[in-house]
């Protein structure tokens, strides 16, 4: 219900108290997520909005044609944009398993065994494909036929040595001929050295095979991971023996596309993996580099063991590269990971991080579990001695207890017994083997006794001495055996044996209880093992993370302080910071991460011992940590499109509602004070289009100074130093070694490559180092003109732009107000003047983006240039050939540069001016699309709202245009409900009974999504109901009833042209509305 404010102070632009509806409640949001539904909720309503629009195209005398357009232009806008996320890092680093882990698979990415530089780049995206058999996509892209051609020219230019033969050395792998015949060898198996020197690099590129793959993308789809890896690996790897002779893909690979269900890429996130831009790929270089200028984040991988210790963070991956970020004022978007935490020597660490105090009480404890250990091993080393002792005394009475068994055998069986080692009679004795009889080993088994526990159990031989039958005449002097004597001894050797068992088992039970506690201390000390390692993981994590921040920030500072000082030597002040750069350090993003130890500890790499050492959870890895990372770099970019399109939407919804809502008939001026009020407002628009046009050239004109001062300025200043210097530094390329020349080798190979080339003694790039003079001295400059002061231009245009909006429109409805007529559509114009004023502010977004993309390639295009002007001095030194051609090329080399010296660097500062104008020129262009854009909507709904659109032209309204209207009023009124589900559920469907009762229920005014005028708030006077009719509610309520009864006497619009204009119209069975019913507008004006 709204609330109007005293008409009396509606001249200087009154501001309203309205219901907020659902879909200004949601523009409000932060919540990514919500936005984005509400994004989703829109589409669906512009294609609402959309259908009956196009019934009405046919006719010809509609405004549907306008609508339907500014309906797809803002159906574009709903497409989401991708936030790209370049990984760099050095051979080695572990990009690929980081990238794995932050992907949540155990591996991914294809690798090539080969040499680091023919990797690809590789792009991760999220998998949106609904289809179960792809839960895993891939695309190989192949460079086309023209790149290839380019390679092997290159590829040759160091295969065949002078003569047009295979070069000898092609056989050492690291050198330019070894790495030529292998790319060329994988493509072509079956080539031979001679056969590859007898062919032209135009032959090889027409041969079927090869031609079949160039320019073409390969997709592949899998439902594992690992089958995806398996199907990559086969393009992308190279292999050692290849006796089938088939064609390997690699050389020929441009990029490759991974789409996977990750849930790090979910909210939009694009990581692509890059190998640098010193590939001896031309086309994989491009790619590289261009991702690199795309790139709204730059994750940067370094082992922490040499991250600190080689101050990656400080010199990024060399000066050039920082100098970059600067240049495309990217280094705020810069993420920092230190992997491989996992290498670490924890008294190394304890000693360096200053920990040994602290860790001693465990190191204490840990001495003393170890003291233990070698405690109970030394007791069960005397445990197992004793055992030994007692399993020789076990044996002992087990030869007894068998001796004396078999007297006892003897005795039963009635023969005379003598006591074992009694004297011998002097005829002697006859020993026999003792045996087991069947009725000897039943009585043992039978026996109560177990002698199992006993790990070895031998016969004896029982020797006793007894008279033999038919033996010796002489009388046995040895005494006698009784069956008593026997039993005892036996009874007596069961006892001992009794006791040698018992003791057996106490000194195994304590070897075991021994053996569990040395278990029990090794677990403890394992445990604080885990938690010292733990804590020096942790401790050296803090401190790499702290360190990298700050070399950061001191490398920042360097690169100013040394802009600065030769910007102005005499006013340059080392003490005074040139911006805050505690800020700089704290504002980087360092993730100190484990993507081994993340492996384990989720139950991958089970072949793997002991690398989850030291971490306590998955959090310790931090690889969760930069997942949640990857997720975020997204939100700001989707809250900015979505909240876009959303104001967009509100601000069309407006137009067409004041557009609907107005039959042509509402107006109750005279068609002279119709024909005045039109030329007041028209001489406003005049007016708000030349103080526009006035901020607009002013602004652009601010752009061109300041671009002026902090670019184009320096170049003047620096080209002579450049130039003076440019002869020495070619000089330099040829100068002996030992003071820093090039060999031979790596000369013309440099120069085969018109300057750059990534060798074994590291990367060279000779136009770089020419205009090297210069582009040290631009970052500064242009930093401050591209990240500051251009955008402060914009800003500045946007705000004039905001103040002449408002200015019109104290002006324009100044009449009406003082009339007291038409306030809601002065209200909705006062609410629809807002919604212009998020939309300038969006404009001016759009503008700083372009700026930032055109400049980012002018950027880049220095050394290009210079590259162009070389490139005749770079052919010269490579055709040279035989004795002498050092020399010569050295001489070449010199002469060039010094004869171009200034031109060159004149040449590419003219170059990135033109496109820096050009630059300004799409702005300017950009911004006056948005003033004619703006003025033209603004004139529409302002002469639409105050006069009566068709007042310019004094005619009524087609017959059709009133019934397109009508149609589209209930529609309208409707939108917002559809974002109720946003925040609650959506209410149950009325009955027709419900529906019917409600017709008949006065209390019942307010149809969902309508906003009906009170009777207080209507001018006094004013010929307008004081509410609206009940058909016409129900036809807002979007009542199914009604709309099959409107579907059934719905006529052609062959048969509405027919009945001609001068009938009253049926209005498809709906009433016309008038202009107090229309969406819940926010209630703030600009």
Same mark, same amino acid.
């Given at each position: ?26 523009? #409000? ?13 829109? =589409? ?339 445990? #197992? ?286 068609? #002279? ?192 240039? =210079? ?178 009864? =409107? ?40």
């Amino acid at each position: 219900m709204a609330e109007v404010s005293n008409p009396a102070d509606a001249g200087t632009l009154p501001r309203q108290t309205v219901d907020a509806g659902y879909l200004q409640r949601l523009i #409000k949001e932060t919540a990514t997520e919500r936005l984005e539904a509400g994004v989703a909720v829109g =589409v669906k309503q512009l294609e609402v909005l959309k259908a009956p629009l196009v019934e009405f195209l046919p006719a010809g005398t509609t405004q549907a044609p306008q609508w339907i357009k500014s309906i797809e232009e803002l159906e574009r806008l709903s497409k989401p944009t991708r936030t790209i996320v370049g990984v760099v890092g050095n051979t080695g680093a572990g990009k690929s398993s980081v990238i794995s882990a932050v992907l949540d698979e155990e591996r991914l990415l294809p690798t090539n065994c080969m040499r680091a530089c023919t990797a690809s780049p590789t792009e991760i995206s999220y998998n949106y494909s609904d289809d179960p058999n792809e839960l895993y996509r891939a695309e190989v892209d192949f460079i086309i036929a023209e790149d290839w051609l380019k390679d092997l020219r290159s590829l040759f230019s160091d295969l065949l040595d002078g003569n047009g033969e295979v070069s000898r050395e092609c056989t050492n792998q690291d050198s330019d001929a070894g790495v030529a015949y292998a790319k060329i060898r994988a493509v072509y198996p079956s080539k031979t050295k001679e056969s590859m020197a007898l062919s032209t690099p135009e032959d090889m590129v027409r041969e079927a095979a090869v031609a079949r793959v160039l320019g073409t993308t390969k997709k592949l789809r899998t439902t594992t991971s690992a089958a995806l890896y398996r199907q990559l690996q086969e393009y992308v790897d190279s292999r050692e023996k290849n006796t089938e002779k088939r064609i390997e893909y690699w050389p020929l690979i441009k990029v490759v596309r991974i789409y996977t269900k990750a849930s790090a890429l979910s909210t939009g996130a694009c990581l692509v993996d890059l190998p640098g831009v010193q590939d001896s790929n031309a086309a994989r270089a491009a790619v590289a580099a261009n991702y690199m200028k795309a790139c709204t984040g730059l994750w940067i991988v370094a082992p922490i063991t040499r991250a600190v210790d080689d101050k990656t963070a400080k010199s990024l991956l060399g000066d050039s590269f920082r100098r970059q970020l600067k240049y495309d004022g990217t280094y705020s978007a810069v993420t920092f990971i230190c992997s491989k935490t996992d290498d670490i020597s924890e008294t190394e660490a304890a000693d360096s991080l200053g920990l040994t105090e602290d860790l001693a009480p465990s190191w204490r404890t840990i001495d003393e579990l170890e003291d233990k250990v070698e405690d109970f091993k030394r007791q069960i080393k005397e445990l #197992k001695d004793e055992k030994s002792a007692c399993q020789e005394l076990t044996e002992k009475v087990n030869e007894a207890w068998d001796q004396w068994w078999e007297l006892k055998e003897e005795l039963d069986e009635g023969k005379t017994v003598y006591a074992p080692g009694s004297p011998s009679s002097p005829g002697g004795k006859r020993k026999r083997q003792v045996t087991d009889s069947p009725a000897r080993r039943r009585k043992r088994q039978s026996s109560d006794f177990d002698d199992s526990d006993f790990s070895t159990s031998e016969a004896s031989d029982g020797d006793s001495d007894k008279e033999n039958a038919g033996g010796s005449q002489e009388e046995d002097t040895r005494p006698v055996l009784t069956k008593e004597e026997i039993d005892e001894k036996i009874e007596s050797l069961k006892e001992e044996k009794k006791d040698l068992r018992e003791r057996k088992k106490g000194i195994e039970e304590k070897d075991r209880a021994m053996r569990a506690q040395i278990k029990e201390c090794n677990a403890e000390k394992e445990a604080l093992m885990d938690e010292i390692r733990n804590i020096c993981i942790q401790g050296r994590n803090e401190y790499s993370r702290g360190a990298i921040k700050q070399d950061f920030a001191m490398g920042i500072k360097e690169l100013d302080q040394e802009n600065a000082a030769e910007e102005d030597e005499d006013n340059f002040d080392p003490d005074v910071d040139i911006r805050d750069y505690d800020a700089v350090a704290q504002s980087l993003p360092v993730f100190c991460v484990s993507s081994r130890a993340f492996q384990k500890l989720s139950g991958r790499l089970q072949r793997d011992r002991n690398s989850s050492s030291g971490f306590l959870s998955l959090e310790d890895t931090e690889i969760p940590q930069l997942q949640a990372h990857a997720r975020k770099l997204t939100e700001a970019g989707r809250a900015a499109n979505a909240r876009r399109f959303l104001n967009s939407l509100v601000q069309l919804l407006n137009s067409m509602t004041m557009w609907a809502t107005n039959d042509g008939t509402r107006s109750s001026m005279t068609d #002279k004070e119709k024909r005045a009020e039109e030329t007041n407002i028209r001489a406003q628009l005049n007016k708000l289009e030349q103080d526009l046009d006035t901020a607009l050239q002013k602004c652009y004109a601010d752009m061109g100074r300041q671009l002026y001062e902090n670019v184009y300025a320096n170049f003047d200043k620096y080209i002579p130093a450049a130039a003076a210097l440019a002869s020495q530094t070619a000089t330099g390329w040829g100068a002996p070694r030992d003071m820093g020349g090039l060999l031979w080798a790596t000369y013309k190979a440099t120069c085969r490559r018109y300057g750059v080339y990534a060798g074994a003694a590291g990367p060279k790039d000779f136009n770089s180092e020419l205009f090297n003079p210069i582009s040290r001295q631009l970052p500064s400059g242009w930093e401050r003109a591209f990240q500051r002061r251009l955008p402060d231009s914009l800003n500045a245009f946007v705000a004039r732009f905001k103040a002449v909006l408002k200015e019109f429109h104290t002006a324009a409805v100044k009449r009406a107000v003082d009339r007291g007529s038409d306030y809601h559509g002065v209200n909705m114009l006062g609410q629809q003047l807002e919604t212009h004023g998020h939309g300038l502010v969006d404009i001016a977004n759009q503008a700083v983006a372009t700026m930032q993309e055109r400049q980012r390639d002018a950027s880049r295009s220095f050394t290009p240039t =210079v590259q162009e002007v070389m490139r005749p001095a770079y052919d010269g030194c490579t055709e040279e050939r035989g004795p002498g051609s050092f020399k010569r090329m050295k001489a070449i080399m010199i002469d060039h540069v010094t004869r171009n010296q200034e031109a060159m660097f004149r040449t590419a500062t003219g170059h990135v001016q033109e496109a820096l104008d050009a630059m300004c020129k799409e702005i300017r262009q950009q911004l006056e699309d948005c003033i004619a854009e703006k003025h033209s909507a603004i004139m529409q709904d302002y002469l639409a709202v105050l006069i009566g659109a068709e007042a310019a032209e004094h005619k009524g309204l087609p017959r059709l245009e009133r019934m397109l209207r009508a149609e589209m009023v209930p529609i309208l009124a409707g939108i917002d409900e559809a974002f109720r589900v946003l925040y609650e559920k959506p209410p149950a469907k009325p009955e027709p009974a419900q529906l019917e009762a409600a017709k008949q229920d006065p209390a019942v005014s307010d149809a969902p999504g309508i906003m009906s005028i009170k009777n207080e708030d209507v001018q006094e006077g004013s010929s307008r109901p004081d509410t609206p009719s009940e058909e016409m509610q129900d036809a807002a309520a979007g009542s199914p009833f009604e709309e099959e009864q =409107v579907e059934d006497k719905k006529p052609s619009l062959e048969e509405l042209e027919q009945q001609g204009s001068s009938s009253a119209p049926s209005n498809h069975g709906v009433p016309v509305a008038d202009d107090r019913t229309f969406i819940k507008p926010e209630p703030e004006v600009c």
